[in-house]
């Protein structure tokens, strides 16, 4: 089969479409045919060589993909060959063929077609761990999502709105916002132009985001602590803005805060499949029904993966890049 590798770390130029050997589904393991990918940001750090894939996982870049289900591997029941899936994984999207945990495996959900499928399992798997199993988001609360134009970001509006929360993003450009606005976010924040401390007090005559789901890691870590409500918790997914930040431990006390942080990957297959099983449990009748939608910016070609990733570092897209291969 063709898959994309990574021979040396560096540029999108680093992806190299090339023939690999065949996967093969190991005890509890289902071979996915792929139909199409998607971009995180994840792979691009992988490119550059700062994000190595778990022990025992595929040196392939990809963390989902959505597809027909291939082969069965000893163990596997509640799965046909032929059936319509999407996945959530260590890696190995970027290919013809993957081979996939079974509890990491999703049907596609209704009202969305097999290639948009591959923009759901990593944000839905991402958002709902995040801000409802972990953060606890609850009707009425606020909740600050940055870079809320991204497909996590654009995921979580969504669902954070359709459990009666009030949302908050930022974004750099009026085109971003205003497709967050379109989405349901209610409190629209320019973080080139604006300061989101400053606005989420306005906005919520200084009580202050009940939950705070953050990408950029460092650069944000002292602000997002003081845009937090009393009882205020920060989720921090990412590591966008630098590793090390400076906390103010007085704030969070008097706040009474919490701060999480958490990474998919790496996860105990047990784990994962806990989160999937609630995706597909409060997530997947949400799409159906339309009231949640996968945004997805544009699909380029698998062999085409370098265009790709050179989009998501720009930063000039709003929701998923898909790679296709049918």
Request: hydrophobic share 45%; aromatic share 4%; glycine share 12%.
């Amino acid at each position: 089969m063709y898959a994309i590798t990574i021979p040396e770390p560096g540029g999108p130029e680093a992806l190299v479409w090339a023939e690999v050997a065949d996967p093969v589904p190991g005890e509890g393991e289902v071979l996915v045919e792929v139909v199409a990918g998607a971009v995180n940001r994840a792979d691009l750090l992988q490119r550059q060589g700062f994000y190595n894939p778990p022990p025992g996982a595929t040196e392939v870049p990809g963390l989902e993909c959505s597809g027909r289900v291939a082969a069965l591997g000893p163990g596997v029941s509640g799965w046909s060959v032929g059936d319509e899936v999407c996945a959530l994984l260590a890696g190995g999207g970027y290919a013809e063929k993957v081979v996939v945990p079974a509890g990491q495996l999703l049907p596609v959900p209704e009202n969305t077609d097999l290639v948009t499928g591959a923009a759901l399992p990593e944000v839905t798997a991402t958002v709902w761990s995040n801000v409802f199993m972990i953060a606890h988001l609850r009707p009425g609360e606020t909740f600050l999502v940055h870079g809320g134009s991204s497909g996590i970001g654009t995921m979580a509006v969504q669902l954070a709105k359709a459990v009666g929360a009030r949302v908050a993003v930022t974004a750099g450009t009026k085109e971003k916002l205003d497709r967050c606005a379109e989405l349901g976010a209610d409190i629209l924040i320019n973080y080139r132009e604006q300061d989101f401390v400053e606005e989420i007090e306005r906005a919520t005559d200084g009580a202050g985001a009940d939950v705070i789901l953050d990408n950029m890691g460092a650069k944000y870590l002292d602000r997002n602590i003081r845009a937090l409500a009393t009882n205020g918790r920060l989720a921090i997914i990412g590591m966008q803005g630098g590793v090390k930040g400076e906390l103010n431990i007085a704030t969070l006390l008097n706040k009474r805060g919490a701060i999480t942080a958490t990474s998919l990957r790496a996860r105990p297959l047990a784990e994962k499949a806990a989160i999937v099983a609630a995706v597909r449990e409060h997530v997947w009748p949400l799409i159906a029904t339309g009231r949640v939608r996968p945004i997805v910016d544009r699909k380029l070609p698998m062999s085409d993966a370098a265009q790709a990733h050179r989009v998501v570092e720009e930063g000039g897209h709003i929701g998923k890049v898909l790679l296709t291969l049918k």
